[in-house]
């Protein structure tokens, strides 16, 4: 049993790194599923504050990741209807996904910023945060996962 729950929490722990760049999948949840698979064994190999770290950590970092392409829009020169665009953008963008994660947050801070008077350079700039804010959430998430993958592999490795 213990091996085909490892071999299960390998498939999580793939499948959560998968999901940082896949948005349909949401990938630091599925590694910290793998490590709750783990935890199933006849011997639990992490202990209770481990699990709650990682849990924090994967709540915290799924949520990042919705908050951070309006931050990067808003550190990028944009206003409120930017970042309003930005949000409005990609729950649109969930409809359309892959691409609709990563174009609509995009586009909704252009058209929020050209609602808001801006001219096509400061519009395209505050565009542009957003994408850069959607990079480094892609970067957070992978981070995450690539952590609780290479506990995952500590574990069966020692």
Same mark, same amino acid.
């Given at each position: 049993m213990?091996?085909a729950l490892?071999?299960?929490?390998?498939?999580?722990m =793939?499948?959560?790194?998968l +999901?940082?760049?896949?948005?349909?999948l949401?990938? %630091?949840?599925?590694?910290y *599923? &793998?490590l !709750? @698979?783990?935890?199933?064994q006849?011997?639990?190999?992490f202990?209770?504050?481990?699990m709650?770290?990682?849990l924090?950590?994967?709540?915290v970092?799924?949520?990042?990741?919705y908050?951070?392409p309006?931050?990067?829009t808003?550190r990028?020169?944009?206003?409120?209807?930017?970042? =309003?665009?930005t949000?409005? +953008?990609?729950?649109?963008?969930?409809?359309?996904? %892959?691409?609709?994660?990563? *174009? &609509?947050? !995009? @586009?909704?801070?252009?058209?929020g910023e050209?609602i808001?008077?801006?001219?096509?350079?400061?519009?395209?700039?505050?565009?542009?945060?957003?994408?850069?804010?959607?990079?480094?959430?892609?970067?957070?998430?992978?981070t995450?996962?690539?952590?609780?993958t290479g506990?995952?592999?500590?574990?069966?490795?020692?």
């Open positions: 213990d091996i490892l071999i299960l929490a390998g498939f999580f =793939l499948i959560g790194i +999901g940082c760049f896949l948005p349909v949401p990938g %630091p949840p599925l590694s *599923v &793998g !709750l @698979l783990m935890q199933l006849s011997e639990a190999p202990t209770l504050n481990f709650i770290l990682w924090v950590i994967t709540i970092v799924t949520g990042l990741d908050v951070i309006a931050y990067g808003r990028y020169g944009g206003s409120k209807w930017g970042v =309003l665009g949000f409005i +953008g990609l729950v649109i963008g969930l409809f359309f996904t %892959p691409v609709g994660i990563i *174009v &609509g947050p !995009l @586009l909704g801070a252009l058209v050209y808001a008077g801006k001219d096509s350079k400061d519009a395209m700039r505050a565009a542009w945060g957003s994408f850069v804010g959607f990079l480094l959430g892609t970067l957070i998430k992978l995450a996962s690539l952590f609780m506990y995952y592999i500590a574990n069966i490795s020692g």
